[in-house]
């Protein structure tokens, strides 16, 4: 019997780190070919990703180019993915998410009549304006998608919803806890060496990130501000923000917060320092989708930067918190969990929704059992 071979599609850091433990698991598969194809949407720090978890692209359509736009990156996606398909030859196409190259792959996938697997499907806020273009890119994925692979029963209720048929569609748990298994050890030793220096055991360590297009502007301003004021009023905390290489958040950072005491602004971080930044921190003040879900996995609480979230679990059980991005919010929550060991109690022993860490297995098994090289229906994550 012919092996399947299903080809894995990313392009961005934050896909990257999720698919890693996929296509390593699709690859002790006897019967599967795992494939590779990465965009390079986001070169520099998918390549860091790439290196961390050792893996080597079968096709690299490096696309990334100085002030690419949406629809720059969707173009040469679709036109670079062409050659991948017609040479890789791929029986199944997986895709991650939410980003451009995610809804590039999945339309290419479709143009060229191959199956597509959608890897964190169903999660949604229900305005297509936020997250910006995350939202549409995951609902249209929807529709070009024939295998599914929610996180949570509540991603999985969303697909019911919107009219998607039960039978293609698996709970899993979220990949990037799969991940989280292999990046964080003990002992472990920073290659940044600024990171070495700080003291987790009698400061107050957190972790920030702040990115995406829809703060850019007044939101950024107002975010940036209050964790500005919120290091200076609290003297046992520090702020370390890996910097994200966009340069509209690169002349903020710079503008808001460079200089500020007890502010470290550092270069973006390799997947496995992330991880065990986050594993070492008090705190994770963050707009990102994945630090959402990587953070509680560690039992640190979070603060989200954002007006709305497309994972309410985390909040609903109580381990995330949504900010906003007003100034005198962000302040007042902040300071809150660095001066109330009660309320950081709560959130710190608050349960992870996300998964157990067999996300990856689950989803390889659904996918032999959908091409018939599997007698039974794989089981779902359902606690």
């Not at 961005?12 to 698919?19: D, H, L, S, V």
């Not at 060496?193 to 702040?210: M, Q």
Request: charged share 25%.
């Amino acid at each position: 019997m012919d092996k399947l071979r299903i080809m894995s599609v990313f392009g961005t850091r934050p896909e990257a780190i999720k698919m890693a433990p996929l296509v390593k698991e699709l690859k002790m598969r006897d019967g599967v070919e795992s494939l590779c194809c990465v965009t390079a949407q986001h070169r520099e720090m998918l390549d860091s990703v790439m290196d961390v978890f050792g893996l080597t692209a079968d096709r690299d359509l490096d696309i990334m180019t100085p002030s690419q736009t949406l629809s720059t990156i969707t173009s040469k996606c679709l036109l670079g993915m062409d050659g991948a398909i017609e040479e890789l030859k791929p029986d199944m196409i997986l895709v991650h998410g939410d980003t451009s190259t995610t809804f590039a792959g999945a339309l290419s996938a479709f143009y060229h009549r191959v199956p597509v697997g959608h890897v964190e499907a169903g999660l949604r806020t229900y305005d297509k304006y936020s997250p910006y273009p995350e939202e549409m890119n995951r609902a249209l994925v929807t529709r070009l998608a024939d295998l599914y692979f929610c996180p949570t029963r509540r991603n999985r209720d969303n697909l019911l919803r919107e009219g998607v048929g039960a039978e293609g569609v698996f709970v899993t748990g979220n990949t990037v806890i799969d991940a989280l298994k292999t990046t964080v050890r003990d002992g472990y030793v920073f290659a940044t060496e600024e990171l070495n220096a700080l003291d987790y055991d009698g400061r107050k360590i957190v972790v920030v990130t702040c990115h995406r297009r829809e703060n850019y502007g007044e939101p950024m301003r107002q975010i940036m501000t209050a964790l500005r004021d919120l290091a200076a009023q609290n003297e046992d905390a520090e702020l370390v923000y890996p910097v994200h290489l966009s340069p509209v958040v690169r002349e903020a950072a710079g503008k808001y917060l460079a200089g500020a005491p007890r502010v470290h602004l550092i270069d973006p971080l390799p997947a496995d320092e992330m991880h065990n930044l986050m594993a070492r921190a008090y705190l994770v003040m963050t707009d990102s989708g994945g630090l959402q879900e990587e953070a509680p996995a560690l039992g640190k609480p979070v603060l989200v930067l954002r007006r709305e979230t497309e994972r309410p679990e985390a909040v609903e059980a109580g381990t995330v918190a949504l900010a906003g991005v007003r100034y005198d919010d962000i302040l007042r929550m902040g300071n809150a969990l660095l001066r109330d060991a009660s309320a950081y109690a709560v959130m710190a022993r608050a349960v992870n929704p996300y998964g157990d860490g067999n996300a990856c297995r689950r989803i390889a098994d659904a996918i032999e059992w959908h091409f018939g090289r599997r007698a039974a229906r794989p089981e779902e994550y359902l606690p």
